[in-house]
């Protein structure tokens, strides 16, 4: 099976445009959850999706958002970027909402100028 | 509201040695998840184990195991005869039964294994 695909690995943008990020699940997974890393804040939950449906949300602005398509596709909405909006945006797919485990992707790398 | 501490910003291992990274949590909830994630340089997280939290029995798997002790929230993994692929950051991770894809990662343990 593949794994965890997100593109683009690298973006470069400038303050104030907006991005989207794409995420493709393992096949059959249905659980699709947002992760912001940082040097001093670390792994930070952004939001998780479920069968097209935000079931969770961690706690960012309303500059992000995301949304998940039928085919459990996913993709991460960041509008009038900030400096501080530079991090590693990591995607990670799971087959349920209990106890399998997360599998992750090797992240988009955004650098906002 | 649940976080992990993970104490040990950097550890030193000699190959072939055995090291113990640590992990405290806090939580007031009786079902949940812990489980430890290696991310090398090629950035990709990986799952190196899982424990459920209802499970008295220590997980492992091959040369990576855990203690857990619940009492004490303490969740330490313990890697033997370590090889130099293991160099990597360490992130220790609590999830809740029921809050799906959130997990609180502690700030991580960068490892490095000399030859």
């Known amino acids: 099976k593949a794994g965890v695909t997100q593109t683009p690995r690298y973006l470069i943008k400038t303050r104030g445009q907006q991005v989207t990020l794409s995420c493709s699940p393992i096949?059959?997974?249905?659980?699709v959850s947002w992760y912001q890393q940082t040097p001093g804040q670390g792994l930070q939950f952004l939001f998780e999706y479920f069968s097209e449906t935000q079931r969770n949300k961690g706690n960012f602005p309303g500059r992000f958002s995301g949304r998940q398509f039928s085919n459990s596709r996913s993709e991460m909405n960041v509008s009038t970027l900030e400096l501080g909006d530079s991090a590693l945006y990591l995607c990670?797919?799971?087959?349920?909402?209990?106890?399998?485990?997360?599998?992750f992707g090797n992240g988009t790398r955004l650098t906002v100028t | 509201a649940q976080t992990v501490t993970q104490s040990q910003p950097e550890m030193s291992v000699q190959e072939a040695e055995t090291v113990t990274l640590s992990c405290t949590y806090d939580?007031?909830?009786?079902?949940?998840?812990l489980f430890w994630y290696k991310q090398p340089p090629s950035r990709q997280m990986i799952l190196v184990i899982r424990q459920e939290a209802y499970k008295q029995q220590n997980a492992t798997e091959n040369r990576f195991s855990v203690n857990f002790q619940k009492a004490a929230k303490s969740f330490s993994l313990k890697i033997s005869d370590s090889q130099l692929g293991d160099a990597a950051m360490y992130f220790c991770?609590?999830?809740?039964?029921?809050?799906?894809?959130?997990?609180?990662f502690g700030q991580g343990t960068e490892l490095s294994v000399k030859p």
């Open positions: 096949s059959g997974h249905r659980s």
């Open positions: 990670a797919s799971s087959s349920d909402r209990y106890g399998s485990p997360l599998h």
């Open positions: 991770a609590y999830r809740l039964y029921n809050q799906g894809g959130k997990l609180i």
């Open positions: 939580t007031s909830e009786s079902d949940y998840y």
